[in-house]
């Protein structure tokens, strides 16, 4: 508990925390309340009743973050699909722990003698995700050199 209250003393541990947990709840109470509906605004009229604009809207005609192609409004889209992305990445998260802790318990119990060969070889892995990170980005870059 003492750790708890150290903690909540950090500004931007509150900041997270708060954006995450309010992000959560909006996403929930938009699924439960609201049954996952999108709001939707395809034209606008005018006084006249005709047609002066279609979708995409800018964040200026339909506030806070616009339309998409179909017209469906992106803030409802961002609250509805948060409680997939933040849902998954805690899977992901422990999942790694869960993992990391497995093997780790069994290269530090069982296999210690080979502790230098194996570590040589994970390290590698340190710079994997760095490496296809910098592939995806650079691939448009650098393909047409290669031509």
Known sequence: MHGLKELCKHRLFLTGFIFLFLLISFSLIQAIF???KIPVTKL?????GEI?????FSPIDVPP???DPIG???FFLLIQGAKYTIGIAVVVAAMRIM????????FGGYLSKWSKYIS??????????VALIC???LYDVVYPIWR
């Open 34 to 36: 609201f049954h996952d």
């Open 44 to 48: 606008f009229y005018d006084n006249k």
């Open 52 to 56: 002066t604009a279609s979708g995409p």
């Open 65 to 67: 973050f616009g339309t």
């Open 72 to 74: 469906r409004h992106i």
């Open 99 to 106: 993992i990391s802790s497995f093997v780790g318990l069994i």
């Open 120 to 129: 040589g070889l994970l390290n590698g892995f340190y710079y994997i995700p």
């Open 135 to 137: 592939y995806v980005l």
